[in-house]
Nanobody, 130 residues
Framework: QVRLDESGGGSVQPGGSLRLSCTIS????????VGWFRQAPGKKREEFAI????????MYDDSVKGRFTVSRDIAENAVYLQMDSLKPKDTATYSC???????????????????????WGQGNEVTVSS
């Protein structure tokens, strides 16, 4: 059984930082694709991952590139999302999704769309406000 446990959300002022954690059991993080998705208040969850990490590398949406950094700890079987220079528009519930499957013509690419991920964390609220 796959389980994703998230932690690290909270409230910060603009320009502040937070680190989200996604601890995974049931899948080895070095064999998985892990995507971070967010849902702003009153809106649907964004279909495309804002950040993704897998053995084929990392992906950052333009909205977070240069401010967010994703990493993984194989020993802890966890993925972390360091969020710096936070802006009010980053306010959202952030969820991690994990999947050991791949896509692409060579079968090595990670999914970027939320409906392809089979396993999800519970979500963490991030509020950026002065």
């Amino acid at each position: 059984q796959v389980r994703l446990d998230e932690s690290g959300g909270g409230s910060v002022q603009p320009g502040g930082s937070l680190r989200l954690s996604c601890t995974i059991s049931g899948i080895k993080v070095n064999n998985a694709c892990v995507g971070w998705f967010r849902q702003a208040p009153g809106k649907k969850r964004e279909e495309f991952a804002i950040v993704m990490i897998g053995n084929d590398g990392t992906m950052y949406d333009d909205s977070v590139k240069g401010r967010f950094t994703v990493s993984r700890d194989i020993a802890e079987n966890a993925v972390y999302l360091q969020m710096d220079s936070l802006k009010p528009k980053d306010t959202a519930t952030y969820s991690c999704g994990a999947d050991s499957r791949r896509t692409g013509s060579d079968g090595t690419k990670c999914f970027t769309r939320d409906f392809m991920y089979q396993n999800w964390g519970q979500g963490n609220e991030v509020t950026v406000s002065s």
